[in-house]
Nanobody, 115 residues
Framework: QVQLVESGGGLVQPGGSLRLSCEAS????????MGWYRQAPGKQREYVAT???????NFADSVKGRFTISRNNDKNTVYLQMNSLKPEDTAVYYC?????????WGQGTQVTVSS
């Protein structure tokens, strides 16, 4: 079992930045990848970014060049740095962790981009 707690969401103006954090606890030694999805009102959950235990990263085309993902293995924490935010980035952001082929999810954190 893996438990995930996200933080760092909030309200930001277009063009601004936010950093989301996700701390994992429980069976963290067997986590192979962590990352983020998001879900906007009335839309399906969509992929945002992943970082593997080896440090490889992948991003959705919609966030490439604006978002970066990193992890602190000592703290079992993954970070999503979001720059040049747009109103269409508004969504609930969910952290996930992949452990033995099973995805665990956090409770989500709201990001609102608005002037």
């Amino acid at each position: 079992q893996v438990q995930l707690v996200e933080s760092g969401g909030g309200l930001v103006q277009p063009g601004g930045s936010l950093r989301l954090s996700c701390e994992a606890s429980g069976s963290t030694r067997s986590i192979s990848a962590m990352g983020w999805y998001r879900q906007a009102p009335g839309k399906q959950r969509e992929y945002v970014a992943t970082i593997t235990s080896g440090g490889n990263t992948n991003f959705a085309d919609s966030v490439k060049g604006r978002f970066t993902i990193s992890r602190n293995n000592d703290k079992n924490t993954v970070y999503l740095q979001m720059n040049s935010l747009k109103p269409e980035d508004t969504a609930v952001y969910y952290c996930y962790a992949r452990n033995w082929g099973h995805n665990y999810w956090g409770q989500g954190t709201q990001v609102t981009v608005s002037s």
